[in-house]
T-cell receptor, first 115, second 115 residues
Framework: KAGVTQTPRYLIKTRGQQVTLSCSPI?????VSWYQQTPGQGLQFLFE???????NKGNFPGRFSGRQFSNSRSEMNVSTLELGDSALYLC??????????????FGPGTRLTVL | GDSVTQMEGPVTLSEEAFLTINCTYT??????LFWYVQYPGEGLQLLLK?????DKGSNKGFEATYRKETTSFHLEKGSVQVSDSAVYFC??????????????FGQGTTLQVKP
């Protein structure tokens, strides 16, 4: 079974631009979560989606948004990029939410560099 | 709020040495506990998990036991190899209290194994 895929793998943008990252979950998984990884802050939770509904949101500004489609694929968008948005963005999928179904499997990440 | 604390790294060991990476947690509900591993330039791979007190997760020679009385989930391996060199993350998912799969991560511990 194919794993979680993320596109693109690498992205270079300049301040003020916006970016869209894509995530395809493992087949049959209905929950998708996004995390930001930086050397200073570590791994921080961005969003969680289940059946096209945002279930949970981390403590990030409104410039960060996301959505999930009916086929469970997800996108996240960052508008008005800042230098501090440079990070590895990781997507994870799980069967559902709740005990014994919430094990998250991660994709390889999208490395975003903001110049 | 919920939190995870890991021992400071880096940890440097010789091949075939015994490994312990300490992890303690704070949670209001009944969390599932996880260890993930990240190799350079890659996403996170699930190493093992435990969903209730006294459960032991194991995989590839690594083990960790869910200790509710000491709120700990220490990672151990009897004989490390050079190929185990990576960053290890302890995480919890407190789905019981908030019905979310959101993962809360420790800061990560870098393991370097020398031949």
């Amino acid at each position: 079974k194919a794993g979680v895929t993320q596109t693109p793998r690498y992205l270079i943008k300049t301040r003020g631009q916006q970016v869209t990252l894509s995530c395809s979950p493992i087949s049959g998984h209905r929950s998708v979560s996004w995390y930001q990884q930086t050397p200073g802050q570590g791994l921080q939770f961005l969003f969680e989606y289940f059946s096209e509904t945002q279930r949970n949101k981390g403590n990030f500004p409104g410039r960060f948004s996301g959505r999930q489609f009916s086929n469970s694929r997800s996108e996240m968008n960052v508008s008005t990029l800042e230098l501090g948005d440079s990070a590895l963005y990781l997507c994870a999928s799980s069967l559902a939410v709740g005990a014994n179904t919430d094990t998250q499997y991660f994709g390889p990440g999208t490395r975003l560099t903001v110049l | 709020g919920d939190s995870v604390t890991q021992m400071e790294g880096p940890v440097t060991l010789s091949e075939e040495a015994f490994l312990t990476i300490n992890c303690t947690y704070t949670a209001t509900g009944y969390p599932s506990l996880f260890w993930y591993v990240q190799y350079p330039g890659e996403g996170l791979q699930l190493l093992l998990k435990a969903t209730k007190a006294d459960d032991k997760g194991s995989n590839k020679g690594f083990e960790a036991t869910y200790r509710k009385e000491t709120t700990s989930f220490h990672l151990e391996k009897g004989s490390v190899q050079v190929s185990d060199s990576a960053v290890y993350f302890c995480a919890l998912s407190d789905h019981g209290s908030s019905n979310t799969g959101k993962l809360i991560f420790g800061q990560g511990t870098t393991l370097q194994v020398k031949p």
